[in-house]
């Protein structure tokens, strides 16, 4: 079973401070997706990386897809309340595009 | 809107009842997917569709049916629900694989 570790698993932090989430896994994945999810809600996409090593940068977020495709990273720089929710990676896998969620990150910006 | 709508929002049954949470995309996607959301145990697939009249298994299939007879619509039929598929249901599309639009989500509780 393809597995995605996520962590931290909660992050409670105040407004303005900076913030790294990791996604690591053992395979090989075609994208790497992040969402984020508010209570009661589907996940709402973010970003895909396609590339070994790409960075992608959506306003205050930089995401990175590890040279092995194997790991991403999410970035929050100077985090507002408004980036409260779960964020979660998910794996692209080859030939079945079967999508392996990770175990989510839990944010709280206090103001 | 471009969107995935999925209904009932929220759904109380009795064991043993056959049930179908239908799904509906207006972007004409080529990919759906259906997933249940638990506490703890993070977002799993249980089916999912590249074309119309092709489906598979996710990672937890068992208690689930799902057709898929024209591009738009992904049904999730339970056939015999158990107290132990109670949770909540997020219906998925896209047009490629690289990046998902969810649903609303639809609230099952099996008593």
């Known amino acids: 079973t393809q597995l995605l570790e996520q962590s931290p698993q909660f992050l409670s932090i105040q407004e303005g401070e900076n913030l790294t989430v990791y996604c690591n896994s053992s395979?090989?994945?075609?994208?790497l997706q992040w969402y984020r999810q508010e209570p009661g809600e589907g996940p709402v996409l973010l970003v895909t990386?396609?590339?070994?090593?790409e960075v992608k940068k959506l306003k205050r977020l930089t995401f990175q897809f590890g040279d092995a495709r194997k790991d991403s990273s999410l970035h929050i720089t100077a985090a507002q309340p408004g980036d409260t929710g779960l964020y979660l990676c998910?794996?692209?896998?080859?030939?079945?595009?079967?999508?392996?969620f990770g175990t989510g990150t839990r944010l709280q910006v206090f103001p | 809107e471009a969107q995935v709508t999925q209904n009932p929002r929220y759904l109380i049954t009795v064991t043993g009842k056959k049930l179908t949470v239908t799904c509906s995309q207006n972007?004409?996607?080529?990919?759906m997917s259906w997933y249940r959301q638990d506490p703890g145990l993070g977002l799993r697939q249980i089916y999912y569709?590249?074309?119309?009249?092709?489906?598979d298994k996710g990672d937890v299939p068992e208690g689930y049916k799902v057709s898929r007879k024209e591009k738009r619509n992904f049904p999730l039929i339970l056939e015999s629900p158990s107290p132990n598929q109670t949770s909540l249901y997020f219906c998925?599309?896209?047009?490629?694989?690289?990046?998902?639009?969810f649903g609303s989500g639809t609230r099952l509780t099996v008593v």
């Open positions: 998925a599309s896209s047009r490629n694989g690289y990046g998902y639009t």
């Open positions: 395979s090989v994945f075609s994208s």
């Open positions: 990386v396609v590339t070994g090593g």
């Open positions: 998910a794996g692209a896998t080859y030939n079945t595009d079967k999508l392996i």
């Open positions: 972007m004409n996607h080529e990919y």
């Open positions: 569709s590249m074309n119309v009249e092709v489906t």
